[in-house]
């Protein structure tokens, strides 16, 4: 969130680009921009840019399973002001649009969403 980070390690490549929102706890956090997606990597390959996607190579092994993996390269992080609450099945991707009115709507609800966002490779930065 803090554009820190500027590589999502995936075990999918994805043809979205743009504006997608961050998901924790429920609700979005934040949002980023997807200007493309590179690989796939070995472990090994994604050592030499541990700067871009600040994983150790013992997360990045964990995490592929012995399968190449890919960097969704993001820019433009922000934090949104008020988190807002999104319905979801865990598991499952999910993409949503949101409207003014929903970021307005969540003035209204718990603030609670931690600092840093839960991944499938530990918390974000």
């Avoid at 997608?20 to 994604?46: D, H, N, W």
């Amino acid at each position: 969130m803090e554009g820190k980070k500027t590589w999502e390690i995936r075990k999918h490549p994805t043809r979205v680009r743009g504006r997608i929102g961050i998901i924790s706890g429920g609700k979005v956090i934040g949002t980023a921009e997807i200007r493309e997606t590179r690989g796939p990597f070995s472990v090994e390959e994604l050592g030499a840019h541990a700067d871009k996607h600040l994983a150790d190579a013992e997360t990045l092994e964990a995490y592929a399973q012995g399968r190449p993996l890919y960097a969704w390269v993001m820019e433009r992080a922000r934090r949104l002001d008020r988190p807002v609450p999104v319905r979801r099945r865990p598991g499952h991707q999910l993409w949503v649009r949101l409207r003014a009115e929903d970021q307005q709507d969540a003035s209204d609800q718990d603030e609670s969403a931690g600092a840093s966002t839960d991944t499938s490779l530990g918390k974000q930065r």
